[in-house]
């Protein structure tokens, strides 16, 4: 959460920092007859401009209000109860963050009011006499497309009309494409979220673990009597040494594998860096992949590590393996000896059980227990429910990230395409005059949105995957690893989305298409 919380606001900033120019440029566009006016009185360029930094100010203090009631009120109350299906927490006591409250205003406040100077500052430069005449329509240019003969000759006159349209208006087009590509990065990170926890599941505990239960005991002559039971498929035996590792200046604790017949352990433990398998050999060590992350170390290199004496022992690193959950490190049994140790060891089993229900396992587990030397039992089958919990949960996050990304695109689409058509009324109904039927002028209109819709998604779907690593970057443990996936449907669902809020905005701009008069051709611009 806190790894979200540092980058959210930045793009919520930006997409109201789009906003408020569209808006203010529009706004003073439509009053420059009026500025030209005041500045014919006499009145500086400050003064006038100060109408529109004054509204723009108001109008974001308003918001911030509002939005500060809001978000206290709802978004602690939605993360709280997704942590209370986790955790047993007592009742929710709500807290005023002032200084974050000052915070987020101040940069919303400072943002808004650069935005509006800029969007007021090249009007307020022209000439009173000038800014009386309304403002004289963008020249058209000629496109790439168009030196491209073969290519340009087979468009029809309405895809010509649109390309000629989406690059004479530029400012518009970066717009589009930004505020589109925000709201798809959004959805794709928060969709990735999601699957990257969700994977952790498979990837551990089905593909690198290949077993179900893991046995603490104070000896290592029990195999028999455990491989006897009912329920049991196989049991591997290997040993644990608790040492400590030297990371970010903090001891952390890392477990040591010793593994004494490497055939039949790859049988219970696939030890692989998602391209290759890795052996153990007698002269050098496996580690997790987080603990060389945080160490910086890779194959080749030489670890330390201290043992309950204190010990340091170096060993040279044969390779990384892919792991998710905790810092291990993988040694051979002659490796192990030929370190000297005199910490003491543990002895663990590792079981395949015949079944994995709740029931089963609570069976064979009392059945373990009562085998002399036992100390305890664990099931994986608990920790995956304790993840696919956590993973419920997150889901509940991805909604609120969802409904924000939906709520940015429709602000986003809405503004600049109202704006879009209040610039293009004479043109409208011009082609009105002109014979175009009603889907003709709607197509005429949304073909250049939808089009820069399917651009600004297909760039957003890069920037979410850059946007996903740096969150799950920020917002992994010292001893848990993230996952880096993002399934393909998520990116197909993301694409799918940002179409559809293109679509119902397409379809309230309808109306207002329709209420455009073809009289609006005949205005003289005097």
């Known amino acids: 959460m806190a790894a979200i919380g540092k980058i959210f606001p930045v793009f919520f900033i930006l997409v109201a920092a789009l906003v408020c120019m569209t808006t203010m440029k529009r706004m003073v566009d439509e009053q420059r007859g009026e500025i030209g006016t005041l500045r014919a009185l006499g009145y500086t360029r400050m003064q006038c401009a100060m109408k529109y930094l004054l509204y723009a100010s108001l109008a974001t203090l308003l918001g911030e209000v509002i939005g500060s009631i809001l978000g206290l009120l709802t978004f602690p109350s939605i993360i709280y109860n997704t942590w209370r299906m986790m955790y047993i927490l007592p009742d929710i006591v709500h807290f005023i963050p002032w200084n974050l409250i000052v915070i987020s205003c101040v940069a919303f406040l400072v943002g808004m009011l650069l935005t509006c100077y800029g969007a007021c500052r090249s009007d307020m430069k022209e000439v009173p006499s000038q800014l009386m005449r309304p403002k004289a329509p963008k020249l058209g240019k000629n496109t790439l497309l168009e030196k491209i003969p073969f290519l340009w000759k087979r468009f029809s006159f309405n895809t010509k009309v649109t390309v000629r349209n989406i690059f004479r208006y530029k400012k518009r087009f970066f717009m589009t494409i930004i505020g589109i590509a925000g709201c798809s990065a959004l959805l794709v990170a928060g969709f990735g979220i999601n699957d990257s926890i969700s994977d952790i599941v498979n990837q551990q505990y089905n593909?690198?673990?290949?077993?179900?239960?893991?046995?603490?005991?104070?000896?290592?002559?029990?195999?028999?009597?455990?491989?006897?039971?009912?329920?049991?498929?196989?049991?591997?035996?290997?040993?644990?040494?608790?040492?400590?590792?030297?990371?970010?200046?903090?001891?952390?604790?890392?477990?040591?594998?010793?593994?004494?017949?490497?055939?039949?352990?790859?049988?219970?433990?696939?030890?692989?860096?998602?391209?290759?398998?890795?052996?153990?050999?007698?002269?050098?060590?496996?580690?997790?992949?987080?603990?060389?992350?945080?160490?910086?170390?890779k194959a080749g290199d030489t670890i330390k590590f201290k043992d309950a004496n204190n010990k340091v022992i170096k060993a040279k690193i044969k390779g990384v393996f892919r792991n998710y959950v905790g810092h291990h490190i993988y040694a051979s049994e002659t490796l192990y000896k030929s370190w000297n140790t005199n910490a003491k060891t543990t002895h663990t089993y590792l079981i395949k059980?015949?079944?994995?229900?709740?029931?089963?396992?609570?069976?064979?587990?009392?059945?373990?227990?009562?085998?002399?030397?036992?100390?305890?039992?664990?099931?994986?089958?608990?920790?995956?429910?304790?993840?696919?919990?956590?993973?419920?949960?997150?889901?509940?996050?991805?909604?609120?990230?969802?409904?924000?990304?939906?709520?940015?695109?429709?602000?986003?689409?809405?503004?600049?395409?109202?704006?879009?058509?209040?610039?293009?009324?004479?043109?409208?109904?011009?082609?009105?005059?002109?014979?175009?039927?009603?889907?003709?002028?709607?197509?005429?209109?949304?073909?250049?949105?939808?089009?820069?819709?399917?651009?600004?998604?297909?760039?957003?779907?890069?920037?979410?995957?850059?946007?996903?690593?740096?969150?799950?970057?920020?917002?992994?443990?010292?001893?848990?690893?993230?996952?880096?996936?993002?399934?393909?449907?998520?990116?197909?669902?993301?694409?799918?989305?940002?179409?559809?809020?293109?679509?119902?905005?397409?379809?309230?701009?309808?109306?207002?298409?329709?209420?455009?008069?073809?009289?609006?051709?005949?205005?003289?611009?005097?």
């Open 207 to 297: 593909v690198i673990y290949h077993y179900d239960a893991t046995v603490a005991a104070k000896t290592n002559e029990i195999t028999s009597q455990i491989q006897s039971l009912k329920g049991v498929k196989d049991v591997y035996e290997e040993d644990h040494l608790a040492v400590t590792t030297k990371i970010e200046n903090k001891d952390i604790s890392t477990t040591v594998h010793i593994i004494s017949n490497d055939k039949k352990f790859k049988d219970f433990c696939t030890l692989f860096n998602g391209k290759k398998e890795f052996d153990l050999d007698d002269s050098s060590v496996l580690i997790s992949q987080k603990m060389a992350t945080k160490l910086n170390k």
């Open 353 to 526: 059980s015949k079944k994995t229900t709740k029931k089963f396992e609570r069976n064979l587990g009392n059945k373990i227990m009562n085998v002399d030397g036992v100390q305890s039992v664990t099931f994986y089958s608990s920790l995956q429910k304790n993840f696919k919990d956590m993973i419920k949960s997150i889901s509940y996050i991805v909604v609120v990230l969802v409904i924000s990304a939906a709520c940015l695109a429709f602000v986003v689409l809405y503004n600049l395409s109202n704006v879009n058509i209040s610039e293009r009324k004479r043109e409208i109904a011009t082609i009105k005059v002109l014979g175009f039927t009603r889907k003709e002028v709607d197509a005429y209109i949304n073909r250049e949105t939808i089009l820069l819709t399917i651009l600004g998604s297909l760039i957003g779907l890069g920037i979410g995957v850059g946007l996903h690593h740096l969150i799950m970057n920020l917002a992994e443990m010292d001893d848990i690893m993230f996952g880096r996936t993002i399934n393909s449907i998520s990116y197909v669902i993301s694409f799918v989305m940002t179409i559809g809020f293109n679509a119902i905005i397409n379809l309230f701009m309808h109306r207002k298409l329709n209420k455009i008069q073809m009289v609006e051709s005949l205005k003289a611009v005097e």
